[in-house]
């Protein structure tokens, strides 16, 4: 096997465990804690999150806030901002905060 067909593998094993992960977030997240109903879906988008090993693609939906729960608040609001608010997974983060921290 090449470098580049393992290069391959990788990204593809990366991509599905990133987007597979994001979903399974989303979807739990889209139960409102309050009122117990699916949150309203505004729209998709696609969000770009770097990893250690590259960058990842993953469909990003935008919710509406209740009216119920939040009267008088239209707004939107995105579930994968708070698990990477920088686009970057925590291993990416911890691993450039560790190299930073050994240059001079």
């Not at 117990?36 to 879906?41: E, I, L, P, S």
């Not at 579930?79 to 905060?97: F, G």
Request: glycine share 4%.
């Amino acid at each position: 096997m090449s470098i580049e067909a393992g290069k391959k593998i990788v990204a593809v094993l990366q991509s599905a465990a990133v987007n597979h992960e994001a979903e399974s977030y989303t979807l739990f997240r889209r139960v409102r804690t309050e009122c117990h109903t699916f949150r309203t879906v505004k729209d998709y988008t696609t969000r770009r999150i770097r990893t250690v090993f590259g960058v990842v693609k993953v469909r990003n939906p935008r919710w509406m806030l209740c009216g119920d729960c939040h009267p008088g608040m239209v707004a939107a609001f995105v579930p994968l901002k708070e698990i990477c608010p920088d686009r970057a997974t925590p291993e990416l983060m911890e691993l450039t905060a560790r190299l930073g921290s050994m240059m001079p």
